[in-house]
Antibody
């Protein structure tokens, strides 16, 4: 049974760096074909893909946010960490982590999401 | 960058109706398209991947079709639990993955 859960601050100030952790179970990020992605959703708006890390440590980033994002994995802890620098109020959103469907870049299991508010 | 245009942005339908939602890509994406359902306050749920493959456990009233630039999600007989927002996602373009703007299916 695959589960994922996001954790991190609920409130950050403008210009600060956001660090979110996705802790998962039911799969290993050292297994060929496995990947974990981050997707966010501002209140009342559409989904936006942010980043994806694969079992082989290959990483993909949204081109529009690439300069601000870093995704890493800790296979021993079953965690994926996303950092986003220089936070702005427009980054207020629910942030989800999700398991990549093997052989495909859609997402078949999602965490519950965590709402991050950017405000001074 | 590949743009995804999803239409309509919202629709009203009744239980039992056949509903069709469309996604159009700005350039060909082969069959690298997925569909998701999202209910308020919940995470999205994968319905279909590779344009037409039904995810395990998803009712057969959901179907997907298309390739290249034009794709369709069809709900053959709308049920009360299907009122939700639906998103498409392309994953052809490296490195970018792109979601459509969403279609909210409301009760008429």
């Amino acid at each position: 049974q695959i589960t994922l859960k996001e954790s991190g601050p609920t409130l950050v100030k403008p210009t600060q760096t956001l660090t979110l952790t996705c802790t998962f179970s039911g799969f290993s990020l050292s297994t060929s074909g496995v990947g974990v992605g981050w997707i966010r959703q501002p209140p009342g708006k559409a989904l936006e893909w942010l980043a994806l890390i694969y079992w082989n440590d290959d990483k993909r980033y949204s081109p529009s946010l690439k300069s601000r994002l870093t995704i890493t994995k800790d296979t021993s802890k079953n965690q994926v960490v996303l950092t986003m620098t220089n936070m702005d109020p427009v980054d207020t959103a629910t942030y989800y982590c999700a398991h990549r469907l093997r052989g495909d870049d859609s997402f078949d299991y999602w965490g519950q999401g965590t709402l991050v508010t950017v405000s001074s | 960058a590949i743009r995804i245009t999803q239409s309509p942005s919202s629709l009203s339908a009744s239980t039992g109706d056949r509903v069709t939602i469309t996604c159009r890509a700005s350039q060909g994406i082969s069959s690298y398209l997925a569909w998701y359902q999202q209910k308020p306050g919940k995470a999205p749920k994968l319905l279909i991947y590779a344009a037409s493959t039904l995810q395990s456990g998803v009712p057969s009233r959901f179907s997907g079709s298309g390739s290249g630039t034009d794709f369709t999600l069809t709900i053959s007989c709308l049920q009360s639990e299907d009122f939700a927002t639906y998103y498409c996602q392309q994953y052809y373009s490296y490195p970018q993955l792109t979601f459509g703007g969403g279609t909210k299916v409301e009760i008429k």
